[in-house]
């Protein structure tokens, strides 16, 4: 199965665009947590097995693991999500992009070690800088398109011959990049109208949408501008909003109870306006 059959399954057999980011931050986790020989594995666990049913995929952020020194709890993680929610897509976020040798090894990192269904990957040096992932032919390479931070304008939203360059970048992978069909594009929540732009210009294709929750994008106007005619075509990402949900002591709720219900209540929101 490749990684846009999986993704098209689990967005039907959990009823999400929803995709949970793990972007663990060791300050923020639970004390009993902290002091536990696998911090970041056990944190981790704990929001996939509370989530697990609610979203149509995972999104690891390597820096928050490599930082921390654990990547080996990211191998491990990797390996429990396939073991126990083979269904769920691994999205591993690394945003990589070097020349075509080094790429070669950053995928292998990603679908090798890791195995990760799909990585992010940076197009700035060009089509042969990403070709080592469309090797990996049941992979996906979602390439950075209309990013949602406030200094992605600095450069995506230059004029080049007469367009902006994101829209070049989607075109470029619609028309050229994406001869088997296995790439996605990343543009933030917090730019739908950019969003809808790049939705006319790549027809289907699956879109990763990070920058609700966190970073404040509207949940309607994403989903307005970004859902295919079928209703679906994005994982709409939410990592700190989910991870981090404040725990309703009154109500009982853990730090794990407490990320199924914010991640429970943005799915739901999301598909309010599919
Ligand atoms: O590729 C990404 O996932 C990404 C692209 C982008 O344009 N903006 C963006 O925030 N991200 C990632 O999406 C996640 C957003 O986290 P929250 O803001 O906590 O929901 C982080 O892991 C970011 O690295």
Redo the contacts with the bound molecule.
């Keep these: 199965m490749t990684f846009i059959e999986k993704l098209s399954a689990a967005w039907t057999a959990n009823n999400s665009l929803l995709c949970v ?1 793990l ?1 663990p931050d060791i300050a923020k986790f639970p004390a009993a947590i902290k002091t536990r020989p696998d911090p970041v594995y056990a944190f981790c666990k704990g929001i996939i097995d509370a989530t697990a049913d609610l979203a149509c995929a995972f ?1 690891p ?1 390597i ?2 693991f490599a930082a921390l020194r654990a990547e080996d709890q990211l191998e491990a993680l990797c390996d429990y999500v396939r073991e126990t929610y083979p269904r769920i897509p691994i ?1 591993l ?1 690394a ?1 990589r992009g070097d020349i075509g040798a080094t790429a070669e090894q950053y995928a292998r990192e990603a679908f090798e070690r890791y195995g990760a269904d799909a990585v ?1 990957v940076n197009p700035y040096m060009g089509f042969d800088s990403v070709a080592p992932y469309l090797e990996w032919k049941d992979r996906g390479a ?1 390439i ?1 398109c ?4 406030p200094g ?1 304008s600095d450069l995506q939203f230059l004029t080049a011959d007469g367009k902006p360059v994101y829209q070049h970048v989607a075109q470029l992978v619609a028309d050229k990049w994406n001869t088997n069909g296995q790439c996605s594009l ?3 929540a ?1 730019f739908p109208d950019e969003l809808a732009q790049v939705r006319r210009i790549v027809g289907d294709m699956p879109l ?1 949408v ?6 404040g994008g509207d949940v309607q106007a994403t989903v307005n501008a970004g859902r295919t005619s079928a209703g679906t075509g994005m994982m709409i ?7 981090y949900a404040k725990p309703d002591q009154a109500a009982g709720e853990d730090h794990a109870k407490a990320a199924r219900r914010v991640a429970a209540d943005t799915r739901n929101e999301i598909n309010r306006f599919r």
Excluded at 146 to 149: A, D, E, L, P
Excluded at 210 to 215: K, L, R, T, V
Aim: hydrophobic share 35%.
């Design positions: 980011g972007d999104k952020q820096a928050y999205v976020d945003k992010t979602i950075l209309r990013t949602s931070n992605g990343v543009v933030g917090t990763l990070p920058g609700i929750g966190a970073q990402n939410s990592s700190r909003a989910i991870l």
